[in-house]
């Protein structure tokens, strides 16, 4: 990565990227007649084959690379994430997944062993306080059952996470979990089946699906696991809050979802509440 700039630019667009997955599922989930199954089997098999593409492009492994216990962490969070999105926001399901997903890993990090101090203290207390804001009854809160899915798809993205460190090269191994993640999504397709579930997809909806398969998730991992060996561990995790509030955006701009006292309330409880804490380590 030869210049700051492009360093820059890079991270940019792999922030705009993982919103943008937030944002297309919502859509196709609302504005068209694609089921959140159809939606995430056509994710996983999308960004598959891009990140197939993109692997061998960079001549890195990836099949190889991959696991079944990452396949099923990955294929758990598409699946939760596809479902919880039938009945919320497209800036409430990011700010419950994002602030699932760094409690899951600061937690984690607090069961390793690791000790906080009393700002770290602090800023996880905010953080979960504005979780508890914004799953409170009112006009962003979501039902409980889609609550309680967007938070299973941020523990298992947290695991998923915690489970790829120190790999050599995440491309690698992102492209192998998506690979292995679809026998997971037939499994998934075949209950849905069987049980009657829906499993309609319109050209609309096929191609929002196909976007945040193949660029929203493929490219975008791909740019940010480029990014990630030229910035410091801290400055990758602060950068991500981005994401929650340019998902509360897109949903403003593109589906009119409104901007409440309620939702700005829990942002800043949870983002800077996970800001504290990442920045005090």
Known sequence: MPSSLRISFYTMMAMIAFAANSLLCRMALVETDTSPGMFTAVRLLSGAITLLVITRLLRVPSVKAGSWRGALALSTYAAAFSFAYVSMSAGTGALLLFGSVQITMISAGLLAGERFHRWQVTGFIMAIAGLIVLLMPGLSAPPFGAAALMLCAGFAWGIYSIMGRGAKSGTAVTSGNFVYSLAFA??????????????????????????????????????????????????????????????????????SEAITLQIVSASFAILGGIAVVIRSR
């Not at 319109?202 to 398969?213: E, H």
């Not at 990758?236 to 809050?241: E, H, K, P, V």
């Open 186 to 255: 037939a499994v998934l397709l075949a209950w849905l089946s069987s049980t009657g579930g829906d499993l309609t997809v319109d050209n609309t909806g096929l191609m929002l699906a196909i976007a945040s398969g193949a660029i929203a998730s493929g490219v975008g991992y791909a740019l940010w696991y480029q990014v990630l060996p030229h910035i410091r561990a801290t400055n990758a995790a602060t950068i991500q809050l981005s994401v929650p509030v340019l998902a509360v955006l897109a949903g403003w701009l593109f589906l």
